[in-house]
Every structure is written in structure tokens, then in C-alpha cells.
């Protein structure tokens, strides 16, 4: 446990080390809002991050917080996400696939990732635009 600031309201909170770095408070609101996103994607699959937020009024900083945290997956290449290391624009998380792989590689030294630490290649299709959500299974 340890004391942190909401990304949302700012108040300080103890923060579990797990889940996002939210209050009590915005976590109920937060997964209400990620439910409204979740039925406007089930009923318009692959919007950008723009319609969502025209649609729905949820603002596009929680939006690209779901989008970091991987529980939404963008498939648009217009760099809503950037990779934090080299800039290149990504689907999910902070990092490229190359960057992670590096990182991974740094972390590891000299000893190849197991296939199971290896970044999943993720190859948007071609005629797919916009968002979905990330397959668990
Ligand atoms: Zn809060
Ligand atoms: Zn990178």
C-alpha cells in the first residue's frame, strides 16, 4: 500500500499497487464510464477515440488511460498512443514492440525472452479502423 493522488480527482488515497491509480470514488465512476464506452463500441465497433468521446461525453483522457492500462485496443494509426520511448504510435500499453522486446531484453541481460515475455505482434487489419476491445481469452 502506498499513498497516492488520483489520476482523476487528484485526492491523495491508498493506492493497492494493483488496478488503476484511482480513488475509491473514481473507480465506481470510472468503470461506470468504461461500461458506457463499452456498450457505444458493442453497438459501433472500431470508433475512434473521437467519436467515443462526441457520442458519449466520456473525455478522451480516460479514454487513453483504458487505451495505456490495455483494457481498450486501438487499431487506428493516427498516434493517439504513443510508444514512450521512441514515439512510434501503438494500439495498447506505453511501448512499442520493438521497445518492449528491448526493454525486455535489457531487464533480462544477456538471455533471449522466453517466448512467453515476448511483446504480442499486433497487425492491425486492413480494413479495420478505430477501437475494439482487447480479447482476454
Ligand atoms: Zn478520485
Ligand atoms: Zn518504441
Redesign the pocket.
Known sequence: MSVQSCKRCHILFQYSETGPQLCPNCTKQDEADFDVVRQYLNEHPFSSGQEVNQATGISLESILRWLREGRLISLEMTGILK?E????PIFSGK??T??RYKLVKDLKGIAAPKSEEQPVQMQPKQDVHGMQFMNKD
Not at 520511448?85 to 512510434?88: E, H, L, M, P, R
Open positions: 510508444c520511448n521512441c514515439g512510434t511501448f512499442c520493438e521497445c
